[in-house]
């Protein structure tokens, strides 16, 4: 069968329809849906599958197919939102009914803050020794596995009651009491155990295994036993060495104490409400519930020794709420004062905290007792310094803590439990209270005032300190303490002032008094971690000079060291950042030449500062990034770091000034040509300002900027190639080749447009799809958008046969050795065929502005159509091939080609002919076969609506396809 | 076929005054249908005194110890005999809490280790020959209405304790300087309150381990013909431990137990007193203790 394409001429004017806007009441995809459903609900038991693999179906309907629409969905669904407010408040209403005392959550925050602090920090590598009776006997199994150097067991029997007074004097019962207390409250289990060589694992385990056999014991009614386990857990508490791990000690002892709290309290509760099912018997059960907690406090109350009695009787201060809010009031008060009564300063320290803990709980409103609190801690500590000086404390030989020197050790353990007191104290107490608690510091000397500073700056409202900066700069410069040094200090009272300023007239004698401080800061670290919080007040309140000034200091203490530069790189970073987020006018810092010496810190090589310095900079911060990338790097990475530059380069704009802003793109160039993405995206950025330079001249270039325009596509002409993916590379060239089209630059539009023929088959050749789609997919689009590109585009003016590009393509795709297994050439083949057919239409479908197309060159040459037929025929002859060329399994993949055939004649070709009708008609038998009847239906019916138009030899085609 | 019995008062606290009602239920659990031959219930009150063997001799420790004082008995019968129904029956009781002649005092209960005041309530149920009778007690607790010991003085009690305040030392040279200074906020103790007070040390030369509390109660039996007096310790309460911080006051606060204590009480043939001990431990063990006489009452 002979194939020959005819292209019928097409009237541009006849067949355009316009489109009309119709207003719609519905929402276009619940209809849709709705429609769906209708259509599918009764015949979804027999076949409803065919109907998705259908072409011209509707493809939103199709998604809904499987569900109802998301929106809708989303309409339906109860909110998430709603629905978490509800059960929170409930939640909410269920724990206040539970707890009626309770404190705001932020305390508790805080507190499990506190307790993580102090579980982080405090640990210790030396061994440690657990005594308690309520040991398993596996747990000395275990201990017996422990090397026998290490290990430490022995067993006390606890001391036979002897028959009160007989026979001793005073002082020997006195004597054998003593003996027994300490087996007191073990009686009824009798041994006790002391297991020495813990390692502090092992130790938080024991700890854990006792808590949950407390548990248990509370649940199996041994409530006494629970209680006997409570006190043991604060005995350890009774032990002050390792100094450095007793804060954790602490922690870890208070989890057990709230548990036992808490399950005393709610069973007191239960007893107050549940009891009472009987209305009449309320009061009853009330009354009874206090008898319990009396009971309770009664034989806590009993307990020989302070440091248990002062733990338990704390941590029950909330049973106070049933039975007299007063009371416990004045419990608190008492359990306060009775702390002074705890000898060493540490555990003294620890169990103040502990009161003050409960208290903020039990009373919120109460603050005073903290107050007296604070003070009795001053005065243990002036106690505390005494045996420092003698070399008494820490108990713990030196080697138990870790080498660590004692001073800052002090500081260290006591700092929490101050900080905690100040914390409670800065939430409710009134500005008086704050005010005297200055005036006790200014009264302190050393440790006690080095802490309460410390805690003070750290804890107290920013606004009190922001009032009191001044006063407080001079202590901390009078505080003579080698605990927390003076540049953690600057940087807690530097925090606060950055969050609220001090009075106006203050602010400047506050920067220098502190910055005299400063200054004289020995190590560089944390002169310069001090300085970037300074930095920051300098940069909100005062202009870049004071910036400048105080960066030329930065520069000083830095370049003294110049070959430990790079140590402090990053905290020098941080400074510039910090200097150009807060500063009122960040643009004046680049003309301040410290601050250009701190960048030249990171340049180090680069001597000449370019204009703009800003740009220049941020692009140097760029290619230190840029040349992090390395062979270890990993794509994500890179991927990052391409976003960041990226988006730095496009926040780049220079206004009107176009060429500096193509100098710039240039520079980038040079400095990102690793990274693909960001070339690809300075390219985009470049054709870009080639459009917004057509823009700006509105079409009409002078001589200059058609030079500029023809330089930007230069750039881009030579920027491409380095390119590593071929379908970006085919898309880059595509798009500079339209820009340059669009202005006027023919040389370079065909110079890009013959590389992109290239490159497509390229792209085929490779499976470089730029990670989206398939090849045959993005080979489609890409060809399509490449030949319709080349409709309009001129000739070059020595080609001799018209349609010179079109040919190279048609060529391209013709000869390319295309897999078997694929129709991509059937489709690139179709594709273009519309294309050709297209272009030698005397008047063209489209132009580019301002430049005259093939149709003008021309004038309606005939050898144009003859060439574009000649072509033509070529590709339908590989199309039918292909077609026919296909058998056995592979038959099917006919009918979405011949479908594409059959409507690109139907479009295009001359109908009249009878080589063009055969083709149809065989094309039709083709769909005829191969596709769905239901699309075969549409496609009559699109064919019934074509015929409208009056095209030549349609209606047989009709009557063929209807026969 | 078993029968249980229980007591059951009205107060929770199981507390009477001299003067009121003992009031209750008695409860009797039978599986059954049961005979018995009538129910009595029965309150008695007695004191209980134990010479001590050490002072008084042996022999007569024995034979004076075996005679309680009655105090009070009353006898009901709160069922005739008869058939109690298969389940639990209540049978409501009350008895007023008076002495048995005008001449006695109800004291408080009290339980020490010479002399114990002791009122219970008995209920027996009488059953046929073949069966056991069935008993049960219920201890119950007598005190003195509040207020009724008169209104005594609320009296700070200042103390200073130095080396020179001791006596009984043998070798004076051995005793480290030192000087404790504080107050009791009286010795006049009404027993609901707690016991208060404060107590500084202001100066020592030596490490202190502890500062403790101790209650101590003193207990006299016997009457004219000679008596014997012993003192015990009932609680201990540690108030400082480690070498407390110089200057700074203590509080001094311990509550009284409940059990074993009761106020004062001066009786023709018996004392019950009560004592406090400040004890100062130094690290090298070595002791100070400084004794207060208390009159505790019930106010």
């Excluded at chain 1, 579980?119 to 210790?124: I, R």
């Excluded at chain 1, 002409?717 to 500079?736: C, G, K, M, N, Q």
């Excluded at chain 1, 502005?849 to 590989?878: F, I, K, M, R, W």
Aim: glycine share 6%; hydrophobic share 40%; proline share 5%.
């Amino acid at each position: 069968m002979a194939l020959e394409w005819k292209t019928a001429a097409r009237q541009w004017g006849v067949e355009k329809k316009a489109l009309t806007a119709l207003p719609t009441s519905t929402h276009p995809l619940q209809g849709v849906r709705d429609r769906s459903l209708k259509e599918y609900e009764p015949s979804r038991d027999k076949k409803p599958k065919t109907l998705i693999q259908s072409m011209v179906m509707d493809p939103l309907s199709a998604v809904l197919d499987d569900g109802p629409d998301p929106l809708s969905d989303l309409l339906a669904a109860s909110d998430p939102l709603s629905a978490q407010t509800y059960t929170g408040s409930q939640k909410g209403l269920k724990d206040s009914q539970e707890e009626e005392a309770s404190s705001p959550s932020r305390w508790h925050t805080t507190w499990t803050q506190t307790q993580n602090h102090i579980l982080a920090n405090f640990t210790t590598s030396s061994t440690l020794t657990f005594m308690s009776s309520f040991l398993h006997p596996s747990d000395t199994a275990e201990s017996r596995a422990v090397p026998s150097h290490r290990r430490v067991v022995k067993t006390q029997t606890a001391v036979p009651e002897r028959h009160r007074a007989q026979g001793m004097s005073g002082s020997e019962r006195i004597r054998a009491r003593l003996e027994q207390m300490d087996t007191l409250d073990e009686i009824g289990s009798g041994v006790v155990r002391e297991v020495g060589g813990l390692t502090q694992g092992e130790f938080t385990n024991r700890l854990n295994s006792l808590k949950q056999e407390m548990i248990e014991a509370w649940n199996s009614d041994q409530r006494v036993k629970a209680l006997k386990i409570g006190i043991q857990c604060v005995k350890l508490l009774n032990l002050s060495a390792p100094e450095h791990f007793y804060p954790s000690k602490f922690v870890l002892v208070m989890d057990i104490l709230s548990t036992l709290a808490d399950l005393v309290y709610q069973r007191l509760k239960q007893k107050a409400l549940n009891e009472s099912s009987p209305a009449s018997n309320a009061s009853v059960a009330r009354l009874e519930a206090q008898e319990t907690a009396r009971n309770w406090f009664y034989k806590v109350a009993s307990i020989r020794e302070l440091l248990p009695r002062l733990y338990l009787e704390a941590a029950l201060l909330p049973c106070y709420s049933l039975t007299d809010e007063k009371e416990g009031e004045q419990a608190l008060v008492r359990l306060a004062q009775m702390t002074r009564g705890i000898g060493d300063p540490l555990i003294a320290a620890y169990t103040r905290m502990f009161v003050c803990r409960m208290g903020v709980d039990v009373v919120p409103t109460l603050t005073h007792y903290i107050v007296a609190t604070i003070e009795d801690f001053l005065h243990t500590l002036t106690q505390l310094q005494l045996s420092l000086a003698q070399g008494t404390w820490p108990e713990g030989e030196t080697d138990m803590n870790m080498g660590e020197d004692k001073n800052v050790l002090a500081a260290r353990v006591f700092a929490p439990p101050l900080q905690w007191m100040m914390q409670c104290l800065a939430g409710r107490a009134s500005q008086q209270e704050l005010q005297n608690i200055v005036r006790m510091c200014e009264g302190a000397e050393g440790l006690g005032q080095n802490l309460m500073l410390a805690a003070l700056l750290n804890s107290f409202p920013n606004d009190f300190v922001a009032l009191h900066a001044l006063p407080l700069t001079q202590l901390i410069a009078s505080c003579l303490y080698s605990g927390k040094s003076k540049h953690e200090l600057l940087s807690a009272l530097g925090r606060c002032v950055n969050k609220v300023p001090p009075a106006q007239q203050q602010q400047l004698s506050l920067l220098n008094g502190v910055w005299k401080l400063i200054t004289h800061i020995p190590l560089t670290n944390d002169y310069l971690a001090t300085a970037g919080v300074w930095l920051e007040y300098t940069a909100k309140h005062f202009s870049s000079f004071e910036v400048n000034t105080l960066l030329g200091d930065v520069l000083k203490h830095v370049g003294a060291e110049r070959t430990q530069e790079q140590m402090h790189y990053s905290s020098l970073l941080m400074l510039v950042s910090t200097a150009l987020t807060n500063s009122t006018d960040p643009h004046s810092l680049f003309s301040m030449n410290n601050f250009l010496g701190l960048l030249s810190v990171f340049q180090r090589d680069s001597g000449t500062s370019l204009i703009p310095a800003l740009v220049q900079h941020l692009l140097t911060f760029c290619g230190a990034l840029h040349d992090s990338i390395n062979a270890l790097t990993t794509d994500d990475e890179r991927r990052q770091l391409s976003q960041l530059i990226i988006s730095f380069i496009r926040q780049v704009n220079f206004g009107r000034d176009f060429e500096q802003q193509l100098d710039f793109y240039v520079n980038a160039r040079a400095a990102f040509s690793n990274l693909d993405s960001v070339l690809a995206a300075l390219i985009q950025c470049v054709c870009q300002l080639a459009v917004a330079t057509w823009q700006v001249v509105h079409g009409q270039h002078s001589g200059k900027t058609a030079a500029f325009v023809r330089a930007c596509a230069a750039y881009c002409f030579i920027t491409v190639p380095s390119l590593t993916s071929s379908a970006t590379r085919l898309r880059l060239y595509l798009l500079s080749g339209n820009v340059a089209l669009l202005n006027n630059c023919l040389g370079q539009g065909d110079a890009c447009m013959k590389a992109a023929i290239r490159e497509l088959l390229e792209v085929a050749g490779s499976q470089d799809t730029e990670g989206g789609g398939s090849v045959a997919d993005t080979l489609r689009t890409l060809t399509a958008n490449l030949a319709s590109t080349l409709i309009a585009t001129p000739d070059p003016p020595d080609a001799s046969p018209p349609l010179y590009l079109l040919r190279g393509l048609t060529n391209a795709i013709h000869s390319f050795p295309w897999p078997k297994e694929t129709d991509t050439q059937a489709f690139l083949s179709i594709t273009l065929l519309h294309a050709l057919s297209a272009a030698c239409q005397d008047d063209l479908p489209y132009h580019i502005h301002s430049v005259e197309g093939n149709d003008a060159l021309y004038g309606g040459d005939p050898q144009v159509c003859q060439e574009a037929n000649s072509l033509s025929t070529l590709l339908l002859q590989d199309v039918v091939t292909h077609i026919q060329s296909l058998s056995g399994v592979h038959e099917k993949r006919c009918g979405p080609v011949a479908l594409e055939l059959f409507w690109c004649i139907v479009t295009w070709a001359d109908l009249t002919d009878t080589h063009m009708m055969n083709v149809a008609t065989l094309m039709w038998s083709y769909i005829m076969k191969f596709i769905a009847s239901q699309v075969v239906k549409q496609v009559r019916e699109l064919l019934m609506k074509q015929s409208s138009c009056g095209k030549k030899g349609l209606p047989q085609l009709i009557q063929h396809c209807k026969g | 076929m078993s029968i249980t019995i229980d007591i059951q008062l009205n107060r929770s606290s199981k507390i009477y005054h001299p003067g009121e009602t003992v009031s209750g239920v008695v409860v009797v659990d039978s599986r059954s249908d049961t005979r018995h031959d009538g129910i009595t219930l029965t309150m008695d009150g007695m004191v209980s005194i134990q010479l001590s063997p050490r002072s008084a001799g042996l022999l007569e420790s024995i034979v004076s110890s075996s005679k309680p004082i009655p105090l009070l008995s009353h006898s009901v019968a709160i069922a005739k005999s008869g058939k109690l129904p298969a389940g639990q029956t209540e049978i409501p009781f009350e008895l007023p809490l008076v002495p048995r002649s005008t001449s006695k005092t109800l004291y408080e209960t009290y339980h020490g280790i010479y002399i114990t005041v002791h009122y219970c309530l008995h209920c027996d149920l009488k059953r046929s020959l073949l069966a056991k009778d069935v008993n049960k007690s219920q201890e119950f607790i007598v005190e003195y209405k509040t207020g009724a010991g008169g209104k005594d003085q609320m009296e700070a009690v200042n103390f200073e304790i130095r080396p020179e305040t001791l006596q009984n030392v043998r070798d004076r040279a051995r005793i480290p300087r030192f000087l404790v200074r504080g107050h009791l906020d009286s010795v006049n103790c009404p027993l609901s309150k707690p016991l208060t007070g404060e107590l500084t040390v202001c100066e020592c030369e030596r490490g202190i381990s502890s500062i403790e509390l101790q209650l101590v109660r003193v207990e006299t039996c016997g009457s004219s013909e000679g008596h014997t007096k012993e003192a015990s310790e009932i609680q201990n309460i540690q108030i400082g431990e480690g070498d407390v911080c110089r200057g700074i006051a203590i509080p001094v606060y311990m509550l009284f137990p409940r059990l074993f204590t009761c106020a004062t009480t001066l009786a023709p043939n018996f004392k019950i007193e009560f004592e406090l001990n400040i004890v100062i431990i130094f690290d090298n063990d070595h002791l100070v203790v400084e004794t207060f006489p208390i009159k505790l009452t019930r106010t």
